[in-house]
């Protein structure tokens, strides 16, 4: 599996680390209940398709990355930066 | 006040020849990272080229006017090599000195190219990887700053305490490519 820096451009699996789900960047508000609370730390889907998570490039340029990518296929769909996403 | 000996990250390691590459520790210089704080990137650029002569590097770029260089350190990171940090930038981002962190060795040679590339999973090819350009990539398991500066020649740094794994592994792999070349 290689994925494609924004920064680095395309490099091996072995410069990244996986975080885990894209919607830990989705932080409920402090006033937003047990529910919203519960479903944003404990709760995932387990989808058999296209996914969305957390990675670090760790041993290149140290930015974190949200990457879209199919379970299935194991095809990446895109490689951002987290940034870009707040920017956004 | 005590005068205390500055010791370089090799300890005085002499240069080696092995095979067509050169291997040798380059020290001494002073190093400053600049991390820009958010929103002010083309101001920060504006003080820098006031200053220097360049402004901020680009992913995987290189900079240089005289003696000073900037080089390309990381996700908005960048490494000011031999220049005292100009103080019009202290409020556009973190200035943190850095000299002594790092262990730099230079590779120069014909050799220099397929040494480095049995050590890092990039594309060390002249097209693709051309002088000026610097790249943050793997070098066997260590976290290296790899810069080409001239078609023959690449600057590795390290942090310091990789020092000696990073002279063993580029020793080794010279060591290696030399036999390979010697074999009839
Ligand atoms: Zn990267």
Redesign the pocket.
């Given at each position: 599996m290689r994925l494609t820096?924004p920064?680095?451009g395309e490099?091996d699996i072995r410069e990244f680390t996986y975080q885990g789900a894209a919607s830990m960047l989705d932080r409920p508000d402090p006033e937003a209940g047990p529910e919203a609370w519960h479903a944003y730390l404990h709760l995932r889907d387990n989808p058999a398709g296209v996914t969305r998570d957390l990675w670090h490039?760790g041993c290149?340029?140290g930015?974190w990355l949200v990457v879209t990518r199919d379970t299935v296929t194991h095809a990446v769909h895109a490689v951002e930066l987290v940034e870009a996403r707040d920017a956004g | 006040m005590v005068e205390l000996k500055a010791k370089s990250a090799l300890g005085g390691q002499s240069a080696v020849q092995i095979g067509a590459v050169r291997l040798q520790e380059v020290e001494g210089s002073k190093l400053s990272a600049i991390a820009p704080f958010a929103g002010v990137d083309a101001k920060l650029s504006e003080a820098m080229e006031l200053a220097y002569g360049f402004g901020f590097p680009e992913p995987g770029q290189v900079l240089q006017k005289g003696q000073a260089r900037c080089v390309w350190f990381g996700?908005r990171q960048a490494l000011l090599i031999a220049a005292t940090p100009d103080e019009t930038l202290a409020e556009l981002a973190l200035i943190t000195d850095q000299s002594d962190a790092w262990c730099s060795v230079s590779a120069v040679g014909a050799a220099a190219e397929d040494v480095l590339a049995r050590l890092c999973p990039v594309d060390l090819h002249l097209r693709a990887f051309p002088v000026g350009h610097t790249a943050?990539c793997p070098l066997g398991h260590i976290n290296v700053s790899l810069t080409r500066v001239a078609a023959d020649g690449f600057e590795i740094m390290a942090f310091r305490s990789m020092a000696a794994s990073l002279w063993h592994e580029v020793t080794a792999a010279a060591e290696l490519v030399a036999a390979r070349a010697a074999l009839p």
């Open positions: 820096c920064n680095c490099r490039h290149g340029c930015a | 996700h943050r």
